[in-house]
């Protein structure tokens, strides 16, 4: 009998996420955490932001093609305190057979630039079942 293990990965905002992205521009992050293994599913992807943005997570394959992707407008964004943005949605994304770990990329679909460093701080969670 499989047994389902829930857990939840973040990046870190001092350490991912961190450069200043134009309209359209993404940085992609590896999560070694996350096994590209094909087995299991991403339940839930959430990204606290410091800033007011329409974002798109990507998913990408080995050969650094978007497998997945989410979009979350501005008027997703619920503001949570003075200095914080949740986004938040519930999917069902099959992990893919990729690599040793899954390549996560943030776009930004803003006019505005998402701003470098801690003033623009991102923070993405996904919640994984195996």
């Known amino acids: ?9 973040s990046s870190t905002s001092t350490s991912h996420y961190t450069t200043e992205l134009s309209q359209y521009e993404t940085e992609t992050e590896s ?4 096994a590209g293994d094909g087995e ?14 329409a974002w798109y997570v990507e998913i990408y394959d080995v050969n650094d093609v978007i497998i997945y992707a989410k979009s979350f407008s501005e008027s997703d964004g619920i503001q949570i305190d003075n200095v914080t943005y949740y986004y938040f949605a519930e999917t069902e994304i099959p992990i893919p ?12 679909m803003s006019t505005d ?12 969670t996904l919640t994984i079942a195996k």
């Open 31 to 34: 999560f070694p955490g996350i």
């Open 113 to 124: 630039a998402k701003t470098v460093g801690t003033d623009g701080a991102v923070t993405l």
């Open 1 to 9: 009998m499989a047994t389902n293990i829930n857990y939840s990965l």
């Open 97 to 108: 057979l990729t690599r040793k770990a899954l390549v996560i990329g943030l776009r930004n």
């Open 40 to 53: 299991g599913f991403i339940k839930a992807i959430a990204v606290n932001s410091a800033e007011n943005r």
